[in-house]
């Protein structure tokens, strides 16, 4: 179909503004981190940065206890998505392909369980987690996180395992294999990619949970990234470039992971619990 | 939503029951009958104790008397309905749930229509233009909240923050030094900018995805009955992506309400508490000035409230047990 000239300017024109959009807030954090102070605090924003200067990322590395707290953001992510991962995986594979009474029911109440307005039950947790005596520890954190990432994780697996063609499990089981054993042997491999992007979104979710490690943790030996984020700016006043770092710092795992799975984290969200 | 999850129809405890049978092997025909249960077992025992107790302890909290002193030499004071009625009475918390709703109001239609506009115009690009938008919007779509927050406070700070200056110099010379966060309506523009700008990504690209499933036969159709551009968009395209933009609009709603991250980061609920949405009003009252109890009672009627406004789309959901999902 040809288009008129102005039929094609108005879309590309529109777009390339909506890019400028979308992209500039990262890039200038991007750029600030890495601008000499002068250049930050310029009457005129100095818009490509021109000499390189890393001294904003050793201030922000050099803050009080930042290693303590990437550990501490990074194990309790990991293995909360992890642990989901695997609690998920053999419900998930039961949804998409047994039928047995109480199924639909289960997939319902895993979808609202995904919408549980955790935000608002800070509260209630704080004083679970306080009885129980574990108040500043990683485990809560952990346990509550797995929950929170589960019903997505559970829900998005199943759309991975269901789109697994049922023939190729047939004849494993005809070769010889369990069912167990075609599960593992076939259908896993093939669930590689759907599993990266599942754990990509739970990754997501737990990487930036707010809420509940700051009701959790008051000490700053068990608080996470977020936190400290949120707070550097009130320690480091208006010091922008080494807030700039320490954001880039805390945002540079997720966007190198979701761009790099971007397809597949797209087209994963697409067929698996965010359904139309 | 409480009754829900924590007991989902045909619910955990019913299949608990029945899986502590005695312990001799189960014969092959019944082992198969047990074996989704048995495989569903651990996620819904993790999802009701974890989701369910906290559910269940809010309520309870939400009954007693709990304050500082309380909280600190272990107290249980049980004090009915108090704080209900004492909620429920003032007209703090109406403006917080009315402010609360606009908000999400506000948000989830500037997100809906933005999205979809540009969902629509990722269709209509070459192939060039799409992905570098695609790109764009991935990259705004993958910011972490507080790392996109700090970066907001950053664009929109009263001095060197880039959008005083582009204002300057584009002939607004009272904003050169203008303080965003000094007053109730230029820090929700700021949170609003924020989120829309986060959110927009998600709609647009799951919208384009959709538009490309549309089966080109329709439009076909359409134009042979001489249907311009607008009248196929009408008839083929938002007829086509309606159940979409639905589910859409209750995801964005539950969201954007409980948009606890961004409010509390960029301001803490400020200037003077103007700012605070339900979740961050419930979170200052509650831990902030040390009335637990109330606090609770104001995080249970923003669940209701969340319930209310999303009723309608859980009906749905919990009616798509009826037909094969």
Redesign the interface.
Known sequence: MKRSLPGRIWPNATAVVLVIGFVFPVYWMFATAFKPTPDIVSEDPVWFPVDITFEHFKTAVDADNFWTLVGNSLTVTVLAVVFSLVLALAGAFALARMRFKGRRGFIVGFMVAQMAPWEVMVIAIYFIVRDADMLNSLIPLTLFYMVMVLPFTLLTLRGFVAAVPKELEESAMVDGCTRRQAFVKVILPLLAPGLMSTSLFGFITAWNEFPMVLILNKDAEYQTLPLWLSQFQTQFGDDWGATMAASTLFAIPILVLFVFLQRRAVSGLADGAVKG | ?TV??ER????PTE?LTTLEGPGEPPARGRAA?L???L??L???A??VL??G???V??AL?SFQNLNMRQLIQHLTEWNGVDNYQEILGSSDFWRVTGRSIAFTGVNVVLIMVLGTL?GL?LA???RR??V????????????????????????F?A??G?VN?VLDKAGFHSMAEYNWTGSQLSTFFVITVLIV?QS??FVA??LY??TTTIPKELYEAASLDGAGAWKSFTSVTLPY?R??????VF?EV?WVF?A??QV??INQGGPDRLTEI??VY??VE??GNQH?GM??AI?LL??LI?LGM?SYY?RI??K???DE?
């Open positions: 939503m829900q999850t989902p129809p045909s619910g299949v009958a074996a989704p249960y495989l569903l651990p996620p819904v993790v999802t974890f989701l107790w906290p559910m302890k809010n909290l540009v115009l209509r690009l070459g233009m799409r570098t938008l695609l790109i764009g919007l991935v990259l705004a779509w993958a910011m972490p909240v507080i790392a996109a927050t700090t970066v907001y406070q950053w664009l700070a001095r060197f880039v200056w700008w927009i990504p690209i799951n995805a959709a992506l159940p979409f933009l639905f589910a859409t995801l539950i409980k606890f991250a509390f980061a339900l979740p419930a979170f509650g831990v637990y606090g609770a995080s923003t669940i969340l999303t859980l959901v919990l798509q047990g009826e999902l």
